[in-house]
């Protein structure tokens, strides 16, 4: 009898105690928090709407009546129209909740989702593949989208005319060269660059120098400038400080002392305007793509060279075309699901 007892308090203690989970009750999902995060999840937003979602923590606050019906009381965390819109319309796709119990009874209650989205561009699915040590070289077919950013690497080389301007002309005529630079532009779209410019100006007449060299039918010169630059849509004008270089006879052998070479100082202006020959092409792999274009480059320069001889002195106006390559880094980007 005591045993029966015992066993009679054992199930009474184990009845109650279930009894009370059953009579308080909070309001739930009834396929779980994670299958009512991926409703929202799946949601095919657009590349500007997934730079506003990127990492933003959103709360959804539902109230949920006595038989599992909801209602999506307010949305924190959101003020874009559109993207509240788009929740707003997937959160009818939803199955009824399980209702709060109080009591034993079917109460009315909040039930409150916090989630955040993911930060598109380097995403989990990259991650994954990175980690998984599946690499291979990404092609354009392989992106949903990608945005390349403002910083950016870039090499000219090209072919330029240049034509004194004042007193100069009376010595030299128009000159032919060669140039090329490489510049950097930062995200604000500052150009930090060096440029080399190498020039052959036929000679009018012979400059007024203590010589008895023949000086030749042409000088050959060059400058080797820093810039600082700035962008404006489509073109760019850069600011240039460099060192100029004329030769005025021929050097003989590197024993020779008796030539005549003039050094001054050389600042400028050039204005760059590239264009771009076809699509990008995108370089690299999964971790870190990057995107390369090919560009046709007109610019137009007028420098102030400053010589020793003042019959080469003065501003000197250049005008050329050259082919470019840009390396930009890549802003933002979502791969296709495959």
């Known amino acids: 009898m005591r045993l029966l007892s015992v066993l009679s308090l054992l199930l009474l203690a184990f009845s109650a105690q279930s009894q009370t989970t059953v009579l ?4 739930s999902y009834p396929s779980g928090l994670n299958r009512l995060a991926l409703v929202y999840y799946g949601i095919d937003f657009s590349k500007e709407q997934r730079k506003v979602l990127s990492e933003r923590p959103v709360e959804f606050y539902f109230l949920i009546d006595t038989v599992g019906g909801y209602e999506l009381a307010e949305i924190n965390g959101i003020d874009d129209a559109a993207i509240l819109d788009s929740l707003q319309q997937r959160t009818m796709q939803l199955s009824p909740f399980i209702p709060a119990l109080e009591a034993g009874k079917p109460v009315e209650a ?4 916090q989630m955040s989205f993911p930060k598109y561009g380097t995403t989990r699915q990259q991650t994954s593949l990175g980690n998984s040590g599946s690499y291979r070289r990404l092609r354009a077919e392989d992106f949903e989208y990608v945005e ?11 072919l330029g005319g240049s034509q004194f301007v004042g007193q100069a002309t009376d010595y030299l005529g128009t000159g032919f060269g060669m140039l090329t ?37 042409n000088i050959t010169g060059g400058i ?47 204005l760059n305007y590239p264009i771009q020959l ?12 990057t995107i390369f274009t090919n560009n046709i480059n007109l610019h137009a320069g007028l420098r102030y ?19 470019q390559m840009m390396f930009y880094q890549v802003e933002s980007f979502q791969l296709k699901n495959n």
């Open 148 to 158: 390349r950013g403002k910083d950016h690497f870039s090499w000219m080389i090209g």
């Open 24 to 27: 308080d009750r909070e309001p």
């Open 278 to 289: 076809g699509r990008d092409h995108i370089s690299g792999y999964y971790l870190n793509p």
């Open 181 to 217: 630079d490489v510049r950097y532009t930062t995200q604000k779209e500052q150009i930090f660059g060096i440029s080399i410019n190498l020039f052959d100006q036929p000679l009018r007449q012979n400059l007024p120098i203590e010589s008895n060299r023949p000086q030749g039918d």
């Open 224 to 270: 080797v400038a820093f810039s600082y630059g700035k962008w404006f849509q489509q073109f760019s004008i850069h600011a240039e400080l460099g060192f100029s270089m004329q030769n005025v006879t021929p050097k003989l052998n590197n024993e020779d002392r008796d030539w005549v070479q003039l050094r001054g100082w050389s600042p400028g202006i050039v």
């Open 305 to 323: 060279i400053d010589s020793p001889l003042p019959e080469v002195s003065g501003l000197l106006f250049e005008i050329g075309v050259g082919y």
């Open 110 to 113: 909040f039930y409150i989702l």
